[in-house]
């Protein structure tokens, strides 16, 4: 908390002013070369309250102030007094004032001037060699240490607001990137949310739209169809639990959490939309690798969303799912032989066609997003020869992320 002494500084610089107009008096007993024989006090008094009136305001004219502390100092010296610390003190506090306040250069040529006036007005008044330490040599230290310790309080100031500079940008920033990281984990659990409804939901919705049409002529194939659907509805509801969980885990250990799917997941992922009647095929190329936990998820979910694509909006049975290995990168190509068009897809999807042609919205939105995350790209549209491809390429292990190159 502020000291209340801090709050008023006026009133702070008066109470000063009068201390130092009263040790004057004592101070103007000592003149001439005899010390015990004192001159007229009243000369050296009226100049030390001359200089202790202009002291309230060393704070915000500074410059003002030590001038008149100088001029003040300056006849003292040419009457005859001794200047010692009592008599110099308004000059003193004013010097210090200017040394906190003002340029390095305005403190330096102000003080020269002080030295000059003071020291050689106290020699010109007394100019025996016996008083050269008494009229020069006390008075220049007396005059030089307020500037040294006011330049060096200025310095103190100047670097204690420079680190509270540096702490408030700090602070902005650890905000920001707060802010960041919060909005980049809303987006990532929203593109969890989207892929696991969009996958099951719509597998669910194909399974029951089949037992439907086959529940009088196929009795059999309808309710293995229908036992195929509770297990897509529980494996829903499970991963939904595990997505919207981390909403509530704040200090959970990451061993504490359910394993992320991954490529491993591919033949129950083929086989979940076989039973909902899209045939899918397969093909692997290349000697299969090792991927990175973030690209494992990100090529899992890619050919998720893509299946899911395919049995909602392609209107076809079949769909191709083809791995390619290089030594470095993954390509996944998911493709089928669909006669939907971009209206009808742009319709179900949510997305709208693009001006140069390609189509964007929340699942190629997802897909692409969580491409580049990890230094990959996606292209998504259709083929020449019919049906709709989502081709894309993933770093086998990620780093930092590729340019967009989605035509």
């Not at 020069?136 to 500037?147: C, E, M, Q, R, T």
């Not at 089928?336 to 997305?351: E, I, L």
Request: with cysteine; hydrophobic share 45%; net charge neutral.
């Amino acid at each position: 908390m502020t000291a209340s002494w801090q709050r008023h500084p006026r009133t702070v610089d008066t109470a000063i002013a009068l201390l130092l107009f009263a040790v004057a008096f004592p101070g103007s007993m000592y003149g001439g070369s005899d010390p015990t024989a004192p001159t007229h006090w009243w000369p050296c008094v009226l100049l030390a309250g001359l200089s202790c009136a202009a002291l309230p305001w060393r704070r915000t004219r500074p410059l003002p102030v030590t001038a008149v502390a100088i001029g003040c100092a300056t006849g003292m010296a040419l009457a005859g007094y001794v200047m010692t610390a009592l008599l110099l003190a308004p000059l003193m506090v004013a010097l210090y004032s200017l040394a906190a306040h003002a340029e390095r250069v305005t403190t330096r040529n102000v003080t020269l001037a002080a030295l000059v006036l003071v020291a050689g007005s106290a020699l010109i008044a007394e100019p025996a060699a016996d008083s050269l330490a008494l009229n020069v040599i006390g008075p220049v230290a007396w005059l030089l240490l307020p500037a040294a310790l006011g330049t060096t309080a200025r310095f103190r100031g100047a670097y204690l607001e420079s680190v509270h500079a540096r702490a408030e940008f700090a602070e902005r920033t650890r905000e920001e990137e707060a802010r960041h990281r919060v909005g980049e984990e809303r987006m990532r659990i929203a593109r969890e949310l989207h892929d696991v409804t969009a996958h099951h939901l719509a597998l669910a919705n194909a399974q029951a739209t089949t037992a439907a049409l086959l529940i009088r002529s196929h009795p059999a194939q309808a309710e293995k169809m229908v036992n195929a659907l509770g297990d897509t509805t529980a494996a829903a509801l499970r991963e939904m639990k595990a997505t919207v969980g981390l909403l509530r885990r704040s200090d959970a250990a990451e061993d504490s959490l359910q394993p992320a799917p991954g490529l491993a997941q591919l033949p129950a992922l083929v086989a979940t939309h076989t039973a909902a009647g899209l045939t899918v095929t397969l093909t692997t190329h290349g000697r299969p690798q090792p991927l990175s936990p973030g690209a494992d998820l990100t090529a899992f979910r890619i050919v998720q969303e893509a299946l899911s694509n395919v049995a909602k909006h392609a209107h076809t049975s079949t769909a191709e799912v083809d791995l390619t290995y290089t030594h470095d990168r993954l390509s996944i190509t998911v493709t089928d032989q669909g006669p939907g068009s971009t209206a009808a897809t742009a319709t179900v999807t949510g997305t709208a066609t693009a001006p140069d042609g390609g189509t964007s919205g929340y699942g190629l939105i997802g897909m692409r997003e969580r491409a580049l995350s990890i230094g990959g790209h996606l292209r998504a549209g259709h083929r020449p020869t019919g049906g709709f491809e989502v081709s894309t390429e993933l770093p086998l292990h990620p780093y930092a992320p590729a340019e967009d190159s989605t035509p």
